[in-house]
């Protein structure tokens, strides 16, 4: 058995490793891949009890659960649309136009305001409350935490949003992480609503 | 080829991080220091859970509950559980040796995300001192560490909200460990090193993380309704306002079950790193062992409703996790036999290291039998939540990954601190841990059989004089930590020299010095492409021995 010094010059290519821990390349979007698929388990953990409980526990006599299409029908079309000015902004910010850039993002944000807003108005319609019975509060909670994953989808893209407005931003094409970081999130966000779209008000 | 060694660096790399003792009190972004602040703050938990433990197992020396009223009882038993699993097994085999050896292995100079893993860390001791300071605002939580309602919902609400609050913290630091970990591995690899390449533990810690990042997710949900249920009086798991327990079995066992290989997978890594360098011997296996842990991966993430034979649970349901309960064993008997294979004809050196992972093994077989006799539904039907299951688990989770915490730390112990500990107080300790902890958890089996009740601080006084044989192993078990501090304390300031490599270890961490420098290596990491070739490899001189001790 050898021992080989020094160390071949041609088995290092990818990585550049030279002397500091922060030089490595940028596996961020990696990590935050990985943080979905653990938050889209939560959802996962969310709709099996919601299935299980409509399976085996049946709704009490005299209770009220009832839902509407159409509202729920315009927040999905806010979302999707919003998915692809999301797209546009990324887009735009690759072929460095700033301006169009920020307009995209801005129009992003309002369709996630607006979705919110269309949620507010149909929690306040709604004829049950949060602990009327079991499907009213498995309602309120799977939408809720929904409504809070949109929250903060809009406070990240004012942050992107900004950021790629100030003077000397930090976000350009050349150092997007944070757009394309919130992007991906804002998709994920999107595709989880369609899911419970599809568990909540169709089936 | 199998380890070449790159030219050493002459210059030391300036040190980005605070120096001395008081690194280990800040928010340093080294994984060395993260994996030994981990190690310690784990160590404490397991002293304080192991205070309670005692306190226990001093109440059940006698038939009636007169050492501690029974809803202290309850506390108590709430408080040692939580502690045992969410702030010293979990952490420790995971955060603790994940984060200490894994860049090394991949030979990166820290973890892909050094910030996020500082976070996880000083997550973790504001969650345990929230947890254990509820005992004495209003009174612990009382519902055991499975928290199963209606229990939780009707016991005192403070203690039970203060509870959910500590586990979501601690899942939310072991997730964003979880996700460090598959980055670094997958990611950080040095150039050269393909992943069939790496040391065994690795591929535990990849396992590990994969079931930490699908599994405690759902944990954290499930908490959070629970927590609904308790504060705003919905009815999730109410039964009395319609709700349905059984979904709560069911999502907490989906982590749950998982859990318990997110406690010992990381430890047959340990364990599959520690017996080569002490037998001289290559893994046995290697390709076996790895196809095994990913088996173990999947199959651990459709087994969980064996904890739930006697919820009501449907005979087809009931059939299909007793199988898949028992192909279970099958890769966990290979790598039990793959182990036994690396030892055998081996040379090996009987240091205290190897006597914590021999007495692993055995304990291990014991509770893997034990398992799967409680999969069959028939048997389990009889000896559920009767003290066999307690036996069942103490010898995996003791007898298992706790004497896998110390075969571990006797074996790094040297390469974290420069110092050896010493061997013969070593195998003293070993001594009185293993027979102490057979004579507390053995006849725990024949209390299970016979019908006692576990969680409940009163018992048929015909069981009296067979829990009194438990407390006493109880005792020797308090006892033995006392020579293993006493070890630590006294080898940190007058052990001897332990050198760079003292084991002669081919792992890169044995390539560098001891303690190593801050970013691992002066020039390049080394790339060993043979983890295992004892016996084939010269064992090489470390790298950058002088001038880098920090
Ligand atoms: C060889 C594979 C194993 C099998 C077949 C197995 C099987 C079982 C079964 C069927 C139960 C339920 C008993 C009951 O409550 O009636 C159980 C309980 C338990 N097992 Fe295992 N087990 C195995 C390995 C492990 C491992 C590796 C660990 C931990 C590291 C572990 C920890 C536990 C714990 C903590 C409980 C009790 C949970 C509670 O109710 O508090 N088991 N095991
Ligand atoms: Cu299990």
Redesign the interface.
């Known amino acids: 058995m050898t021992t080989t010094t020094p160390l071949e010059k041609d088995s290092q290519s990818e990585v550049p490793e030279k002397g500091s821990t922060h030089e490595h390349a940028d596996h961020r979007l990696f990590g935050l891949i990985t943080f979905l698929i653990a938050d889209g388990m939560t959802f996962a953990g969310f709709f099996a009890a919601y299935l299980t409980f409509k399976a085996v526990n049946p709704l009490l006599p005299d209770a009220i659960y009832e839902l509407e299409l159409p509202l729920p029908t315009l927040n999905t079309v806010l979302l999707l649309v919003s998915s692809a000015t999301f797209h546009r902004a990324g887009n735009a910010l690759q072929k460095q136009n700033s301006k169009l850039c920020q307009k995209w993002l801005l129009i992003t944000a309002s369709l996630g305001l607006a979705f919110l807003a269309s949620q507010m108005v149909e929690y306040f319609t709604l004829p049950f409350g949060l602990t009327d019975n079991l499907y009213a509060s498995t309602f309120y909670a799977l939408t809720g935490f929904h409504g809070l994953h949109v929250t903060l989808g809009s406070i990240l893209i004012f942050i992107v949003w900004w950021q790629v407005k100030a003077p000397g931003g930090q976000l350009t094409h050349k150092n997007s992480f944070l757009l394309e970081a919130a992007e991906l999130y804002w998709h994920f966000v999107d595709g989880i609503w369609v899911i419970l779209f599809i568990i909540l008000y169709l089936l | 080829?199998?380890?070449?060694?790159?030219?050493s660096n002459p210059e030391p790399?300036k040190s980005l991080q605070p120096k001395g003792w008081m690194r280990y009190l800040s928010f340093s972004?080294d994984h060395k220091v993260i994996g030994l602040q981990y190690m310690v703050c784990g160590f404490i938990f397991y002293l304080i859970g192991g205070a309670l433990a005692s306190a226990i197992r001093i109440e059940l020396t006698s038939p009636m509950s007169d050492f501690m009223a029974r809803d202290v009882y309850n506390q108590v038993l709430t408080l040692h559980g939580t502690i045992m699993i969410f702030l010293w097994i979990v952490p420790v085999v995971n955060g603790a040796f994940g984060n200490y050896l894994i860049p090394f292995y991949v030979g990166?100079?820290?973890m892909?995300?050094?910030r996020?893993n500082a976070v996880a860390f000083w997550l973790i001791p504001p969650a345990g001192l929230m947890l254990i300071s509820s005992y004495f605002i209003n009174g612990a939580a009382q519902s055991g560490w499975t928290a199963y309602p209606p229990l939780s919902i009707t016991t005192p609400a403070a203690g039970q909200i203060i509870w959910i609050i500590s586990v979501l913290l601690l899942g939310g630091s072991s997730?964003f460990g979880?996700?460090?970990f598959?980055?670094t591995i997958?990611?950080?690899r040095?150039?050269?090193l393909k992943l069939m390449q790496l040391p065994m533990y690795c591929w535990a810690m990849l396992g590990t993380s994969i079931l930490v990042?699908?599994?405690?997710?759902?944990l954290?949900?499930?908490l959070?309704?629970l927590s609904?249920d308790i504060v705003?009086?919905?009815?999730?798991f109410n039964p009395e306002?319609?709700?349905?327990v059984i979904?709560y079995q069911?999502?907490f066992w989906?982590y749950s079950h998982p859990a318990v290989y997110i406690m010992v997978l990381p430890a047959f890594g340990l364990v599959s790193e520690i017996l080569p360098v002490h037998c001289r011997k290559p893994l046995f296996g290697y390709t076996t062992m790895v196809y095994s842990i990913m088996g173990i991966v999947f199959l651990g993430l459709i087994v969980w409703a064996h904890h739930m034979f006697t919820s009501g649970t449907p005979p087809w349901m009931r059939l299909f996790f007793t199988i898949a309960t028992a192909f279970i064993a099958v890769p966990t008997g290979i790598k039990f036999f793959n182990w036994v294979a690396t030892l055998w004809g081996g040379r090996i050196s009987l240091n205290t290291a190897i006597l914590f992972s021999c007495g692993f093994i055995v304990n291990f077989v014991l509770g893997g039998i034990t398992g799967v006799a409680l999969a069959q539904v028939p048997f389990d039907v009889h000896v559920h939540d009767t003290y066999f299951v307690v036996a069942h688990f103490h010898y995996i989770v003791y007898g298992g990954s706790v004497f896998v915490i110390f075969s571990s730390i006797y074996h790094w112990f040297p390469k974290a601190t420069g110092k050896m500990l010493n061997e013969n107080l070593g195998r003293f300790h070993f001594l009185i841990t293993f027979i102490g902890f057979n004579l507390c958890f053995a006849p725990q089996h024949w209390l299970g059989l016979n019908g006692m009740p576990r969680r409940v601080a009163e018992y048929d006084p015909q069981f009296t004089f067979v829990n009194q044989i438990s407390s006493a192993g109880a005792l020797l078990m308090a006892l033995s930590t006392l020579p293993f501090l006493w070890n630590v304390f006294h080898s940190l300031f007058k052990g001897d020299e332990a050198g760079d490599n003292p084991w002669r270890g081919l792992t890169p961490e044995w390539l560098t010095s001891s303690p190593p420098p801050v970013?691992n290596w002066n020039g390049?990491?080394p790339?060993v492409t043979e983890p295992y070739?004892y016996g084939?490899?010269?064992v090489?001189e470390p790298l950058n021995q002088i001038g880098t001790k920090d």
Do not use: Y
């Open positions: 080829m199998t380890i070449s060694i790159p030219p790399l972004l990166a100079r820290d892909a995300f050094p996020l997730i979880g996700i460090n598959i980055a997958l990611k950080l040095r150039p050269g990042v699908l599994s405690t997710p759902v954290a949900g499930t959070i309704l609904f705003a009086h919905t009815g999730f306002l319609g709700g349905n979904v069911h999502l989906f970013e390049e990491a790339l070739g084939k490899t010269k090489p």
